[in-house]
């Protein structure tokens, strides 16, 4: 309860503390010339080597329910992303990423300062890993030829890194895309095509630099209907009911 209070709090003065935040860690990201992604130092690794307890990491996600509810589940509207079973590592990059000033997310900054040291950084992050992701979510258009487009250009460019049923890939930092939310994404991927996300996989730029918003509203559409096996919560509660 504690922490939800300073969260509070620190959201009040949201404006103060984001503009602090900025002047002194904002860094240029993808836009300077010697950008590194997913560089292999500071807060990030610290955290990486550690292991997460998800009890305490339960504890500590008690500040991001407010927005990102209890489930994970975010919210459809794509304000707020899933974060059920989302990797570890995935997570602990973005908050460090927001935590450092290499992402902006004024919403986010002032409750992921709450978290006071690499550690609990580390837990939240476990715990939030073992969350179920949620059967429903938000989707995108159900036109045919929209999605048939977005499979296209997906399993053209994108399985690769993300995987055929969007599970992406722990070990290289790639999130999972399967039950994220349409909106989110898809803002997401116009902010990284537009220049917007200063730590923005490089890679990924290449790609998405030439798609046209069509493009993008179709592989994103696409994406939202992406599933992964065993991973959703009805599955893993029945697989729980039968070791009973």
């Not at 103060?16 to 935040?21: D, L």
């Not at 002194?24 to 300077?32: C, F, N, P, Q, V």
């Not at 009890?55 to 500040?63: C, I, L």
Request: charged share 25%; hydrophobic share 35%.
């Amino acid at each position: 309860m504690k922490k939800v209070l300073v969260a509070a709090l620190a959201l009040a003065l949201a404006p103060t503390v984001v503009s602090a935040a900025t002047a002194e860690l904002h860094k240029e990201g993808i836009a300077s010339k010697g950008y590194v992604w997913n560089e292999q130092a500071g807060e990030k690794i610290e955290a990486l080597k550690l292991r997460g307890d998800s009890v305490r990491g339960k504890d500590a996600y008690e500040v991001c329910g407010a927005c990102h509810l209890p489930s994970g589940s975010g919210r459809p509207d794509g304000t707020f992303p899933q974060l059920a079973g989302q990797h570890a590592t995935v997570i602990i990059k973005q908050i460090a990423d927001i935590r450092g000033g290499l992402r902006d997310n004024p919403t986010m900054y002032p409750f992921a300062v709450t978290l006071s040291n690499a550690q609990e950084l580390a837990d939240v992050a476990t715990y939030i890993q073992t969350l179920c992701i949620p059967r429903e979510h938000g989707m995108g258009s159900k036109n045919p030829a929209i999605l048939k487009h977005g499979e296209e250009l997906y399993k053209k460019e994108c399985t690769t890194c993300h995987g055929v049923t969007g599970a992406g890939d722990k070990a290289k930092f790639y999130p999972v895309l399967a039950g994220q939310h349409y909106k989110y994404m898809l803002r997401q991927v116009t902010d990284i095509r537009d220049g917007k996300r200063r730590n923005a996989n490089p890679d990924m730029v290449k790609i998405v630099k030439k798609y046209s918003d069509h493009d993008l509203d179709s592989v994103v559409t696409y994406m939202s209907t992406l599933t992964m096996p065993g991973t959703l919560c009805a599955e893993k509660k029945g697989a729980g009911k039968k070791k009973k």
